[in-house]
């Protein structure tokens, strides 16, 4: 569980294996508690990869969704205001690239919620997965 | 079904990234550490007095990128020193984008933003794009001196750039030093005749621009960016590394977080083979 100021954000995978299988299938849910009074605009989920490492940073986002909430359709704010309510989300994952911890390069995946309210900054949380069973890299001293 | 532990893998991914990954250190990732007596509001009032055109001079590696970031950004963004001049009716208020409009009185809509064109010169680049002319001119407009105003500058000389006036626009040049003598002179006439404004950094005086801010890289900065990026991991940078890094470049703070960060990733491996 993930909380800035007083927006709380929960995901959750169904499966949480040490490493999925290239291919497979990811599912899991997640959730908003906003405090009360708080409105959101709208909830982007995006399943992603990214590098991390000393030189220029690459990305690729597999699956996204996007959960809009109508200024007009007070029910939905209503909800999300008086109970936990769970967004499910299931993708089948790529067979490329694999999750890897390189010394100079490291590719990371992971499912990204990215929060916008209506006022003020918009939260991003991750849930960091690995794909694909790629052995940590070793540095070699010459 | 599991719950997974959001917070325990977001320390596990801390950990695992370098603390002085490229993600963890470009410009606007984390606060920018000013000088004593420094700060984003107080350098653009410093901007403004000069004519909206200066220079950031300072060594490669001293930060000039990271501080232009931070004023472009306090520029697009309601800073307190803008919500001040608000209030004293020089300056419009922030627009849905939450850009601060141009000044009241030249004629304009007060709530448009002040467009930002920049250019980052250096790595192979060393000529601005061929049609920045007209772009600049398609975003700063007819930005004229006022009548009245011109009539001056006309019979008396009189300096252009001490009329009042607010720039229709800004071009910011990161790298101004790779421009030849003369695309430098051309740059600042155009942005002057399209009465713009105009930031550059540079390694040296040009001496065609005042000076904004002379940026000297020191050790106590470093120590606490160290620090800074740090927080929250294992620490695996000591005090002596960063002396002795620091020493070895000469205060080029690319090159000692490139060499920070093969150290942290050959201590990360060590503590894990252990």
Redo the contacts between chains.
């Keep these: ?2 909380g800035i100021g007083e927006t709380q954000i ?7 294996p040490n490493w999925y299988v290239p291919g497979s299938r990811l599912s ?1 849910r997640y959730c908003l508690r906003p405090s009360a009074g708080d409105a959101l605009r709208a909830v982007e989920l995006s399943l992603l990869w ?1 590098t ?6 690459d990305m690729n986002v597999h699956h996204f969704q996007r959960q809009a909430f109508e200024e007009s359709s007070g029910v939905e704010l209503a909800l999300i205001d008086n109970a936990d309510r769970w967004y499910p989300f299931e993708s089948v994952l790529p067979n490329t690239p694999l999750s890897y ?1 390189g ?1 100079i390069v ?1 590719i ?1 995946w992971c499912v990204r919620i990215r929060v916008f309210p209506v006022r003020g900054r918009e939260i991003v ?4 997965f690995r794909l694909g069973n790629v052995p ?4 070699v001293v010459t | ?4 532990d ?2 325990r ?2 320390r ?2 801390l950990d ?3 603390p002085f ?3 963890r250190l470009r410009p606007g990732a984390g606060p920018f550490h000013f000088g004593p007596g420094q700060s984003a509001e107080r350098l653009l009032r410093r901007l403004e007095v000069l004519g909206w055109r200066a220079e950031i001079v300072g060594p490669h590696g001293s930060g000039k990128s990271a501080l232009v970031e931070v004023l472009v950004e306090a520029l697009t963004r309601s800073l307190p020193a803008n919500r001040q001049r608000l209030q004293k009716g020089r300056c419009a208020a922030p627009n849905e984008s939450g850009q601060v409009g141009r000044i009241a009185g030249d004629g304009r809509s007060v709530n448009e933003p002040l467009p930002v064109m920049r250019f980052g010169l250096g790595r192979g680049i060393r000529q601005l794009p061929s049609d920045w002319v007209r772009k600049l001119t398609e975003v700063a407009g007819r930005n004229r001196v006022p009548r009245p105003w011109r009539e001056v500058v006309r019979r008396w000389q009189y300096p252009l750039a001490r009329a009042p006036w607010k720039p229709a626009a800004l071009l910011v040049i990161d790298g101004f030093e790779q421009l030849g003598w003369l695309a430098r002179r051309r740059t600042i006439r155009g942005v002057r005749t399209r009465r713009a404004g105009l930031l550059v950094t540079c390694h040296r005086p040009t001496g065609l621009l005042p000076c904004l801010v002379t940026m000297h890289p020191e050790w106590e900065t470093l120590w606490q960016l160290v620090c800074r990026l740090q927080a929250g991991t294992t620490a695996r940078i000591e005090q002596d590394d960063v002396t002795g890094s620091f020493v070895r470049h000469a205060g080029n703070f690319h090159e000692i977080l ?1 060499e920070l ?2 150290l942290h ?2 201590r990360r ?2 503590s ?2 252990d």
């Design positions: 569980m993930n929960v995901i959750v995978l169904d499966e949480q899991g990214y991390v490492g000393q030189g220029e940073e911890d010394v490291k990371r949380v991750e849930q960091p940590p890299a070793a540095m | 079904m599991t719950i997974t959001t917070a893998h977001d596990e991914t695992l990234d370098n990954s490229t993600r490139c960060y093969l990733e050959r491996i060590s894990r083979m």
